[in-house]
């Protein structure tokens, strides 16, 4: 993980109780994606150190990525008001840490949510200790109990894995791919499956650190040898998901990084995808070892956390 340092303790966040009423929500209402009242939640968020980005940061933000700015011909534009990026769901919203300026993602979830329980778990000190983890660096957890929601700060990576200046090398590309297959073997030892692996919930800091984001459809497990039952709506769906019967939700992870392998290959490192395609009855260079020593890296990367997780 990124050796970022942190504002606030996590640890010392305790699980709130939840009181009769909340425990008495269904389950899809309090899994499903919140639309805060921003505004409401600045002061706090400021107390917090953080400060939500206005109509001139997003503006900026517009600029650098070389797009044009969604105008609203019907009323005036105050650049210092606070402004939602109109390219994020209503749960997201763009700041900073007052601090020092580091760009971050506040995300809006319920206190009771599995994501939120999810994210804890990970960012807590003993979990962000482990070399395997690479889930997205949060910064801060902020619980608002009398609304039932809280915010993830989370360090702001790119999800643009290719930068502007070209193709990543051969070095690079096995390095992320090793990153993602760590983080999944990682999950599933601890008995947590993701449950949307796919390219656009992997981003970047372009220093060498690649992240899982976006723990929406997560499960946590408490007991081994689990099925997902119901319907399935990642982004990236095994053929045998598409009806409506138990699956092993580890499974779908691993199908799922597969998926990511090949696209990532196929959109960000013409050298590996070429490799994929290589005739095996030829003999190998050096190169091509490498990559199939990667191969078999991986493979055993997953089989030694066969003993805590099915995969």
């Known amino acids: 993980m990124s050796p970022t340092p942190w504002l606030h303790d996590i640890a010392e966040l305790d699980p709130p ?6 425990s008495s929500l269904d389950e899809e209402e309090v899994n499903s994606r919140l639309k805060p009242y921003w505004h409401k939640y600045t002061p706090l968020l400021k ?3 953080f400060r939500l980005d206005t109509v001139h940061d997003v503006k900026e933000h517009y600029r650098m990525c070389n797009l044009d700015f969604p105008r609203n011909p019907r009323r005036s534009i105050d650049d210092d008001a606070l402004c939602p990026d109109p390219g994020l769901p209503d749960n997201l919203f763009r700041g900073a ?7 971050v993602m506040v995300k809006a979830v319920s206190l ?3 994501e939120f329980d999810i994210i804890r778990f990970l960012s807590s000190p003993t979990m962000r200790a482990q070399s395997m983890n690479h889930c997205i660096p949060v910064l801060d957890l902020v619980q608002v109990p009398e609304d039932d929601t809280a915010f993830i700060v989370m360090e702001e990576w790119s999800s643009q894995l290719i930068p502007d200046s070209g193709p990543c090398s051969l070095k690079l590309f096995l390095e992320a791919i090793r990153q993602c297959i760590e983080h999944a073997a990682f999950m599933h030892a601890h008995h947590i499956a993701h449950l949307d ?3 656009r919930n992997l981003v970047t800091d372009y220093k060498g650190h690649y992240a899982y984001i976006d723990f929406e459809l997560s499960r946590r497990f408490k007991e081994p040898n689990v099925q997902l039952c119901g319907y399935y709506r990642g982004t990236e769906v095994p053929p045998e998901c598409e009806e409506r019967k138990s699956n092993d939700p580890y499974k779908i992870d691993v199908w799922a990084l597969a998926i990511l392998i090949l696209r990532a290959c196929k959109a960000s490192c013409p050298m590996v995808y070429d490799l994929l395609s290589l005739n095996l009855s030829r003999s190998f260079s050096s190169q091509d070892t490498v990559f199939l020593n990667w191969l078999n890296w991986s493979s055993q990367c997953f089989t030694k956390t066969q003993t805590n997780a099915p995969l």
């Open 97 to 103: 840490r007052i601090v020092d300026g580091m760009k």
């Open 17 to 22: 109780s939840p009181s009769s009423s909340v």
């Open 112 to 114: 009771w949510s599995r």
């Open 47 to 49: 107390h917090r150190g």
């Open 197 to 199: 692996i796919s390219l």
